[in-house]
C-alpha cells in the first residue's frame, strides 16, 4: 500500500449516523479547502469529505501526482478501503470532474462498488479547452501564470496570493497539469447516474461541451449551467444551489 489512511479524507472519517457519504475532488493547483464551506450546506444524513492530493497545503511536502494512471490506481485502493457498506457520490470540478468521472470508470471496471450519483463541473470529455498545454514543464513561473491567468484558467485569490505563497503553489499545478495532460480519452461510458454543471461565461468550456456527458453514462441527469466563468463555484450562491441539487438526488436516490 503507497498511501497512509487518514490523509486524503479530510475530514478523515464520516459520522455514523450519515446514511450517504459525498467525496469532493478539488481543481487543479486547489486543495480540499476550496470545499470548507460545502458540509454546511448538506442535512446531516450526507457526510461531506474532500478528497486531499499530496503535494499541496497540508500535504505540502509530499510529491505530487504527475501520472494520471497512478493517480487513479491509488484512488481506486483508497476508495476501496473506505467503502463501509453505505451508498456514496462523487462530486469534482475541473480536474477533479475528471478525477470523479474516470475513477467511477476504474471502480465499475474493477467489479468494485461504484458511486450512486457522479456529479462534475467545469470539465467535460469533449469541447474543454486544456489550458497551456506542455505547461508541465518549459515555461518560467511568470510565464506560466499570465498564460493561465489570460486563459481564466486560475483562481482569483491565487494570483492575488503572496509571491512566495504563489512559488510554493506552483509545483501542484504543473504536476496537476501533467496528470490531467495524460488523459487520453476512450469515450468509456460509466452505469453511474451523472449529473453535469457549467459556468456560462466559461472560457475553456465550448458551448455544447456540457451536453458530451450524455454519451458517458446510461443514466444521464441532465446538464445545468449557472452564472459564472470556469471559477463560479467560489460564489456562495452557485455553490449552494449545486449542493442543494446534489443533496436531493442523494438522498430521493437513497430512498
Known amino acids: 500500500m503507497s498511501w497512509q489512511p487518514g490523509t486524503w479524507l479530510q475530514p478523515e472519517s464520516a459520522p455514523a449516523d450519515a446514511r450517504l457519504r459525498l467525496l469532493l475532488f478539488h481543481c487543479a493547483g486547489g486543495g480540499a479547502s476550496m470545499y470548507h ?3 454546511a450546506r448538506f442535512p446531516s444524513a450526507v457526510a461531506v469529505q474532500s478528497v486531499q492530493l499530496p503535494g499541496r497545503q497540508d500535504r505540502l511536502g509530499e510529491p505530487a501526482f504527475v501520472r494520471l494512471d497512478e493517480l487513479l490506481e491509488t484512488l481506486t485502493e483508497i476508495v476501496a478501503a473506505e467503502d463501509d457498506g453505505r451508498p ?3 462530486f469534482g470540478h475541473s480536474m477533479g470532474a475528471l478525477l470523479a468521472y474516470r475513477l467511477t470508470v476504474e471502480l465499475e471496471r474493477a467489479g468494485l462498488p461504484g458511486p450512486a450519483v457522479t456529479a462534475v463541473a467545469g470539465w467535460a470529455p469533449e469541447g474543454f479547452r486544456t489550458p497551456v498545454e506542455g505547461a508541465a514543464g518549459g515555461q518560467s513561473d511568470e510565464v506560466l501564470v499570465r498564460e493561465l491567468a489570460k486563459l481564466g484558467a486560475l483562481p ?6 503572496d509571491p512566495q505563497w504563489l512559488a510554493l503553489a506552483l509545483p501542484a499545478i504543473r504536476a496537476d497539469i501533467a496528470v490531467c495532460a495524460g488523459y487520453v ?6 452505469t453511474a447516474p451523472l449529473v453535469a454543471y457549467g459556468g456560462a ?3 475553456l468550456m465550448e458551448p455544447d461541451a456540457l451536453g458530451s456527458w450524455s454519451t458517458r453514462t ?4 441532465g446538464a ?7 471559477f463560479f463555484l467560489a460564489e456562495a450562491a452557485e455553490a449552494a444551489v449545486i449542493a442543494a441539487d446534489l443533496a436531493h438526488l442523494l438522498l430521493r436516490h437513497q430512498a
Not at 156 to 161: E, I, P, Q, T
Not at 185 to 190: F, P
Not at 218 to 221: N, P, Q, W, Y
Open 185 to 190: 480519452d476512450d469515450a468509456a461510458v460509466v
Open 224 to 230: 445545468r449551467v449557472l452564472p459564472g466563468d470556469h
Open 37 to 39: 464551506a460545502w458540509p
Open 88 to 90: 456514496f457520490a462523487f
Open 156 to 161: 482569483a485569490d491565487l494570483l492575488d496570493a
Open 218 to 221: 446510461r443514466g444521464f441527469l
Open 201 to 203: 461565461a466559461d472560457p
